[in-house]
């Protein structure tokens, strides 16, 4: 199951279901499901992180109409209310934002794939090594702008596998990893690299290269766990104005997403929402132009693209 946020009225945020190029909204389709066959389910939300939050349960129920939903599109082709209101649109008449509009946490692995560590010329790290980006400001979603800060002229892309967390946890066990996810995403970690130079040895300024509005651009769907049986065997693709800039295997992590969850969640509360996105392989190295389009392809969820503008001053 592939589910997305998007926008078909402007400004209004909802949940939907991504059936081959359609979405359908899902709380809607519940409501038509319920009058259709009778059958009575609980309500489902209209947010996903509300969905995330109620967990396994919402995901059966989401599966039924799923089902329901594939049915009612295969004979008619489109999924309307009881009162004749269309409730499925074509991809293209909708805005996918970022699946998770608002996560709790954005927690990142820093070198990651031992191809990343030998074009920034340092040694791999024992253990996983995270930092943090805010939950709100630097989330994007799909056709959404990034925006370069204004003094930065080497504002670099990193694509990555991110996981979704769908249960609230705490030292969760390797073996038991996988039990705690919702499913997974495609991120995009923005870095404005030249910034990371703080002329004292030993420090980086994690903050000012990747904590900036925009810097995490994310979709276009969170596919659910029961489509990806090894997420360690996903094709990973970034391009820039069309040409191949990184093309390698998440098999290519060295610390695998169990492992990553253990040493997470030996330390902090993982909740539904949160994001973990699990580093980027080799290939970003180029500085990127106002105007480039970023894309950033995984197998088996979708293609991430963005273009880079220059920063604007906001004014409230």
Partial sequence: MKLVTFQHTMGCDRLGLLVN?????????????????????????ADMLFFLNQGDSAIEVATRILQWVNEIIGKTGEVKTSTGELISFELDKVRLRAPVLRPPKILCLALNYQAHGNEVK????ENPYIFIKPGIRPVVGLNDKVFRPSESKNLVYEGELAVVIGKCCRHVPADKA???????????????RDFGATGTPGRFDWFRVKAFDSSCP??????LKDEIQDPHSLRLQTRVNGKTVQDASTGEMIHKIPDIIKFVSDYITL???????TGTPGGSKIALKDGDVVSVEISNIGTLSNTIAVESVMVK
């Fill in 218 to 223: 994310m979709g276009p769907c969170l596919t």
């Fill in 178 to 192: 996988y039990e705690v996810i919702a499913g997974y995403t495609v991120v995009n970690d923005m870095s404005a």
């Fill in 21 to 45: 190029n359609k979405v359908v909204d899902l709380a809607l389709a519940g409501t038509a499901y319920q009058s259709e066959t009778h059958n009575e389910i609980p309500c489902l939300p």
């Fill in 271 to 277: 909740d539904p929402g949160d994001i973990i996105a």
């Fill in 122 to 125: 340092t040694t791999m790290p």
